[in-house]
Every structure is written in structure tokens, then in C-alpha cells.
């Protein structure tokens, strides 16, 4: 009875150390030898409100209450502070006064590197030895990472950039220049100029977790070079999924809306006006 017993917990035990967890890996390799970074990723935290320390506040829309309002968030600067230059300093804070008006994302344009990163959207990795595909669900962006490329330079700037990558050990390394100036960093009016240079860092730390870092060099306008880094989580529902996320027809829809109460508050002075007469 003894002997019967050991053996089936021996067999239990064996079924227990053989099977993986909910969710865990049992190798975060390629079979090219590369960390596996494939699968849909999210960051978490209000950094695409704002990359440093900041407490709640209104949002933009008092009729939401509550559920309109910014929350509180940890900074992601190394540091705590973004090392703007004096005049820069200045624009940001004219960016963060009308940031509903002037914030590149709010009109629905692409949001450039960092920030897709950190948007509250999921995006997907599809990684191959000689590119690595990045598909955001915001505004349906995509970017793609070639690690063959090595030296060459972009033709053109663009929105999201031009991305080379390589592997430093257990680390993917990707330079991202040739951004357009026209993107923000977050939604606190956060900016840069067309000399933006980022280099991006994705190390796996477990089976669904990663470690994100940037660097952002600009000597346009910053004093140096600053880093953020904040942890992305992979989504493990069985039916994780990108999803469309087409904001045109919403930065449409607040254009004209406002182009309406304009129009609706201006009919109204000329009414009173017309009533004094």
C-alpha cells in the first residue's frame, strides 16, 4: 500500500512540474534563437496623459463628472523631469494650456514613437528573423522593424519613422529617426522637434511581461539626453485580439460639434442683441 502510494504522488508531482501555468511559456525563444516577442502587448498607467509625476485633474469635458476626469499617475522619467530647454519649457506649457486643441492624437493623426507604445490600445507583434511587425489598434497604425538594414537611412520623414533593429543579447534594440515634429508624447503637451531620435529597448522579463525603455535625444529641445521606462503586459485571453479602432469619424465629429455650438452660441448673441435693440 506504501510503494502505491509513493508512486502515484511521484506521478502527480511529475504531472505537476511538466505543466505549465495559466498563461507561461515553456520556451520565449524563436526557433532562431531570439527572445519571442510575439503576441498582443499593453502597457499600463496614465502615461499617455502624462510622462511625469502628476496628480488628478478635470479632463476636458465637465459634463462627464468623474468619469471625464484625468487620473493621478507615477512619472515614467528617469528622473522625474523632462530636461527642456527654457524656451521649451514655455511651449510646453502653451501645449498643455489648449492640448484638446492641439494635440496631434486628438485629430486622430498617428502618434510616433514613443507614444503608441503607451496609448491605452493594445498592439501586436509579429517578429521574423529579418523584420519585426508592429501593429497598434489606435488608428489602425503599424510600423515595421527590419533588422537587415543595418546603416541605411529613411527617404522621407514620416509619422511613426524609420525603424532599425538589432538584438543585444536577451534585448531588442530599435533607432527610430526621421519622425515628423508634428507628434506629442503624451496628452500634457509634451513635444519635440523634427531632430527627435529615440532608441527603444524590449527586454522579456517572464512569460507575459516585458520591459520597456526609450531613450529621447533632441538637441533642439532638451539640455540632454532623458529616458522612460515602464513594464508592458502580454494579453492572454484566449481571444486576445487586435481590434479596429478607426478615429477619423471621432476627430470629425468633435470638429463639427464644436463648429455647431459656435454657431449655436453665436445665434444666441445675435438674439440677445437683437432683443436690446
Known amino acids: 500500500m506504501t510503494r502505491l502510494v509513493i508512486a502515484l504522488a511521484s506521478i502527480l508531482l ?17 526557433p532562431d534563437g531570439n527572445p519571442d516577442l510575439n503576441g498582443i502587448w499593453q502597457a499600463m498607467g496614465s502615461a499617455h496623459w502624462d510622462l511625469e509625476d502628476h496628480a488628478a485633474r478635470p479632463g476636458p469635458f465637465e459634463e462627464l463628472g468623474a468619469l471625464g476626469a484625468i487620473p493621478a499617475g507615477l512619472g515614467v522619467v528617469d528622473g522625474g523631469e523632462i530636461p527642456y530647454q527654457p524656451w521649451a519649457a514655455e511651449k510646453r506649457a502653451e501645449n498643455r494650456a489648449n492640448w484638446v486643441k492641439l494635440d496631434p492624437a486628438v485629430k486622430c493623426f498617428m502618434p510616433g514613437i514613443p507614444r503608441a507604445t503607451y496609448m491605452p490600445f493594445p498592439f501586436q507583434i509579429v517578429q521574423t528573423p529579418k523584420a ?14 527590419r533588422l537587415d538594414r543595418p546603416g541605411s537611412e529613411a527617404l522621407a520623414p514620416s509619422w511613426m519613422g524609420y525603424a532599425l533593429g538589432r538584438w543585444e543579447g536577451e534585448t531588442l534594440v530599435v533607432d527610430v529617426t526621421a519622425q515628423v515634429a508634428d507628434t506629442w508624447f503624451d496628452s500634457s503637451g509634451n513635444f519635440h522637434s523634427d531632430e527627435l531620435e529615440v532608441e527603444e529597448r524590449y527586454t522579456r522579463v517572464g512569460p507575459d511581461l516585458m520591459h520597456y525603455e526609450a531613450t529621447i535625444e533632441d538637441p533642439k529641445v ?13 494579453r492572454v485571453e484566449h481571444n486576445a485580439q487586435i481590434l479596429e479602432f ?10 463639427y460639434g464644436h463648429l455647431r455650438r459656435g454657431a449655436a452660441a453665436g445665434e444666441e448673441t445675435e438674439q440677445e442683441s437683437g432683443s436690446g435693440n
Do not use: N
Open 132 to 145: 519585426i511587425l508592429f501593429a497598434y489598434e489606435f488608428a489602425s497604425t503599424s510600423r515595421v522593424i
Open 222 to 234: 532638451f539640455t540632454r539626453p532623458w529616458t522612460i521606462s515602464m513594464m508592458l503586459y502580454r
Open 14 to 30: 511529475t504531472g505537476i512540474v511538466a505543466t505549465p501555468a495559466r498563461g507561461q511559456l515553456i520556451d520565449t525563444h524563436t
Open 246 to 255: 478607426k478615429c477619423v469619424p471621432f476627430a470629425e465629429g468633435a470638429v
